[in-house]
């Protein structure tokens, strides 16, 4: 977490991994020994949290609409506030916003059935429509964590479920 609490108060690009250590309180040696550089252990941070928010959606129910799953996300997200807030809110890192867009589009997709070969012009107009609204839903979760005092997550998860049925009929 310590690269967490540097990135609330620095761009990534200026931390280095004696910062870390420090922060941390541990050498740079223990750091090596576990990460190539301090890339790859945001790169780890990120990976855990994208896996953890897939895990959570894949042991969802599978008859759970967009607000249920949108509950799931908003819940996760302020469960892990100070994360999320470093990448997306503060000084974050654009890689982390790709994994996140991605994260987005996959479930889209999965809750589409675009993996079950649907008819080729129907398939061309979903994939259009789930990049704009993966696009949107990570433009929302950006503003929600720039706000003095957000909207509840259930609030959250209303609406862009809302926004997402509106958006997705077929």
Known sequence: MAVIHLMMEKAFDQITI???SDRADVSRRTIYLHY???FDL?????????DD????CNSTDDDADYKDMGLVWFQYFENHWMFFSALLASKGSPFFRDQFLTFFIEELEKGNGMSEGCNSELTEGMKVDIQFLGSAIVGVV???F????PPAPSFMAQRVGVLLER????
């Open 167 to 170: 958006n997705l009929e077929v």
């Open 53 to 56: 928010l897939r895990r959570i």
């Open 18 to 20: 004696q910062d870390i």
């Open 142 to 144: 950006e503003w929600w």
């Open 42 to 50: 945001l790169d780890q941070l990120i990976k855990e949290h994208i």
């Open 146 to 149: 720039k706000q003095v005092k």
């Open 36 to 38: 190539m550089d301090k």
